[in-house]
Structures are given as structure tokens and as C-alpha cells.
């Protein structure tokens, strides 16, 4: 069954080059219940997991949509290759995406989708 959040990352991460669905999931220690959905492939092998429940900067590491405050970007539009995260309870964390060109970086994609992903888990949330 195909989840919203399925569904939301492939419309927003699909056409993205270094973002590639997964189904071997078994390298990342997932929870019960989440799914492997994509992985962004960064420079340097640096891999980022997205799942149903949220981003995998690290593969021990989880950061639910539903934690995420705020997500945004400081470079400029045409070198950027770093997302923060501001969570919930304060903290912060930066994430790469260091695909795309000029003024297509890819941390804008990924922050759309995220806006996008904290919205609908708010909803659901809600309901």
C-alpha cells in the first residue's frame, strides 16, 4: 500500500538525479512499521535515507517530519548545498543535498517537499 508520504516524495524527489527509490532497505536499522522509501546520494558517499517517518541524514538517525519547526536554506540560490533544520525542541541540524546546478540546487526541491511532508503530518495529527 502506497502511503501520502510515498506519494509526496515521489512527485517532489523523483526527477532529482542523485535521489534513487530503494528497496533494499536492509543497510538502515529502520523502526517497525517505517519504510525505506529514497536515498540522496551527496558527493563524498555521503548518503541521506528518506523514509515514511521522516529523514535519515545518518543511518542511526531519525528525524520525524513531525519534529521538524522549520526547514531553510542560507547560501544563495546558486551555491547552496545545506539544509537547516530547526526541530521542534530547539535544536538545529544541517543537512546536505549536494546535487543540482545554478539555479537548480537541489535543496530547494527537498525543502518544498519537506514543507510539504510537516504539513501533512500536522494534518494528520489533528484529525
Known amino acids: 500500500m502506497t ?4 506519494s509526496l516524495v515521489h ?11 530503494e528497496e533494499n532497505s536492509e543497510a538502515w536499522p529502520l523502526l517497525k512499521e517505517e519504510k525505506l522509501i529514497g536515498v540522496y546520494f551527496n558527493k563524498e558517499n555521503d548518503l541521506v535515507g528518506v523514509s515514511t517517518f521522516g529523514l535519515r541524514p545518518l543511518k542511526n538517525l531519525l528525524v520525524r517530519y513531525s519534529e521538524i519547526a522549520e526547514a531553510s536554506v542560507e547560501n544563495s540560490k546558486n551555491d547552496a548545498e545545506e ?10 541540524l544541517k543537512v546536505r543535498f549536494t546535487g543540482g546546478s ?3 540546487r537541489d535543496v530547494w526541491e527537498v525543502v518544498r517537499f519537506l514543507d510539504r511532508a510537516r504539513k501533512h503530518m500536522n494534518a494528520r495529527a489533528n484529525q
Open 11 to 21: 512527485r517532489s524527489l523523483r526527477n532529482l538525479e542523485n535521489f534513487k527509490s
Open 83 to 92: 539544509i537547516n533544520l530547526l526541530l521542534v525542541d530547539g535544536r538545529t
Open 102 to 104: 545554478g539555479r537548480f
Open 3 to 6: 502511503t501520502s508520504i510515498e
